[in-house]
């Protein structure tokens, strides 16, 4: 059995790649954004660690199945009978397993991982927790008590998992005949789906019969949109992974900094040859949308400039925090938090003009001590303005280099 089943993911595993590479082809040619060059990343790193730990997870799927297999003293025959029986009845956990990964917290946590991308195409059906194989054993255990085999059993459960393959897919519409019957891609993109009247629907992986017959089926509607509520977006497929593990955040920030400071200093060494000239930010260049995300909030503290803000630095595609924490006059202090840390920040506003000079002091970075010279400070410099809610401009570090990098910051409301 543990033969026949690498057999067939490995085949399936050419085949879907194959597909996502097409799909990704077409859409472009048809002028449709449906794939993202980090988000498919993501996915295709996890479908690679899913891979490499493939035979570990199969081997105690299988193993486990066996074992009960033999403990039970009744086996039913295999005949074409038992066989529709146990493609029917394997879909029917199959629906329960789903549903229940979506209500119970725990379950929740596995199966999060696989709805949290924005993007709905083919590569989606690769983000899947690596740790969710390990709970299969638990839902197909009945079935092995009732007197199927535990090949029967695992084989239509991966059968299940390859046709859902196709289902993650903008390219093919509603399908007449099938709606409603069977899992089609237009129902598992309401699956998908956080509008509000598609929240937990179509749960089944063949057959919508399940949904139908217990109350949990929707058509599509109106346009999907894709993602978990909140505000968490990531395309680092540990982040995706373990960021609801008590204490992920701090390990991650501790090896994100590392990483990004050997990135910074790679850098600020091909900045210092390029050479840029530091300019004072012009109003008209700056772009008139902002790509932060979160849920803006609308100030009602007596200065504009005081709370939290989400910036946005274009050239590396970071998002620190910048906490502006007390007002006087035109002077305020606060603090930044990005890769390397948390550190202080200080400057002005001139609300007459609407403009923001600031800098912050990273000479606390025990990642950037090696980049300087035991005297030498570490300070970014930054300059705006402040318009319509959102402050843009130029920031930096002439300890450094001279290299000029963009940013924009827009106040928000964490979603905790």
Partial sequence: MFEVNQVMAGNFLIFAVSMVVLEAIMAARSGRKLYDFKD????????????????????????????????????????????????????????????????????????????????????????????????????????????????????????????????????????????????????????????????????????????RLFGTYQAEEEEPKFGIIGTFESTNPFTVQFHKLPGYSLVARRLTSFFAAVILCATSLEAARAEEVFDTPKTESQPATSSLQGKVEVSVSPSPILGLWKAHIKRFGRHPQINIERVDGEFFVGTYTGLLGKFPLRGRYLEDLGMIQASVDFSSAKLLRWRRRPAQSLIAQMQGVLKDGQLTGTAVMPDLSTAVVQWDARKVHLVK
């Fill in 40 to 211: 498919s990343g993501c996915n295709l790193f996890i479908l690679l660690v899913a891979r490499l730990s493939q035979p570990l997870f199969m081997g105690y799927i299988a193993f486990t199945l066996l074992a009960l297999e033999r403990l039970v003293p009744w086996h039913l025959p295999p005949n074409i009978a038992t066989t529709a029986a146990a493609l029917l009845l394997t879909d029917f956990v199959y629906y329960w397993q789903h549903r229940l990964s979506h209500t119970n917290r725990w379950l929740w946590f596995l199966h999060e991982v696989h709805h949290s991308s924005k993007y709905f195409n083919l590569s989606t059906s690769f983000r899947l927790h690596w740790l969710n194989r390990a709970i299969a054993p638990l839902f197909f255990a009945p079935l092995i008590l009732l007197g199927f085999g535990a090949e029967q059993v695992t084989i239509f459960f991966l059968l299940n998992l390859f046709y859902q393959f196709v289902l993650h897919t903008r390219m093919v519409g509603k399908i007449p005949l099938l709606e409603g019957i069977f899992n089609t891609p237009s129902a598992h993109r309401v699956h998908h789906a956080r509008n509000k009247q598609y929240l937990n629907k179509n749960f089944g992986g063949i057959l919508m019969l399940w949904d």
